[in-house]
């Protein structure tokens, strides 16, 4: 079976740049209609522009996602306009990387409410449009290995991540009377685009040395790993897999840190 999108259309949250701008151009390359929705209006128009240029159907769709009226309103809308939205990503993420002594109510408001509770409701919202007989819909959430593991990013982001994973769980039931599909995907060491180049740099040599190390492939992620991920389980080869968790780390975490460190101490002493 092909992976094919024509006539499908997709809703992705924080696809404006990064990640989600990449899961929005491999969809398009494979036919859908792509919506992006992001609260960057400079860059959501300009990758809207750009993918247009090329020939793939975008629009982009301004909005605060920390607002559940304006969730209602642009889902609402869109179903209005587009008739059926058969995939939501739920990518966007919000609030700053923050050591515990210094997170704010504002930054956990914030990374709460975009990376946690928009999700719920974009979801629920989701849900209740779609019509029993639309064909395998689906809801992918952009979860992280933060959520089982502790890493340099803040407190709200772990509690969120680790939140989004059991809703996932919980929305796959609650969708699967529609038929409505919902898995996560869970993102390990990603380089994105904008980064590439300074990863691959001269200057950076130490540090890629290490990061390739520490996986059993010997190479670190990009973001069409994670967008060829989410391709796969939107697509009709996945249409009895719902509520699962793919990990999209290149092995890292399978591993006991000590021996990573132990081994990389041989390999460096060489």
Known sequence: MDINFKEKNILITGAARGIGKIIAQIFAENGATVIIADIDSDSGLQTENEMRSSGYSCEFFQIDLSNTNQINTMISSLFLKYGH???????????????????????WDL????????PLFLSKAFIKS???SDNDCSIINISSVSST?????SASYHIAKAGLENLTRYLSVSGGEKGVRVNAIRPGFIVQDEH??????????????????CHPIQHIGRSEDVANATLFLSSGLATFITGQILTVDGGLSIQDQWAIVSNFNKFRNR
């Open 130 to 132: 779609i019509q029993k």
């Open 149 to 153: 593991a502790i890493c340099n990013e």
């Open 85 to 107: 939205i058969e995939i939501l990503v739920n990518n966007a993420r919000a609030g700053e990387r923050t050591l515990l002594s210094e997170e704010s109510d504002e930054n």
């Open 111 to 118: 990374t709460i409410d975009v990376s946690l509770k928009a």
């Open 196 to 213: 590439f180049d300074y990863f691959m740099s001269s200057k950076n040599a130490d540090y890629r040395e290490m990061a390739e190390f």
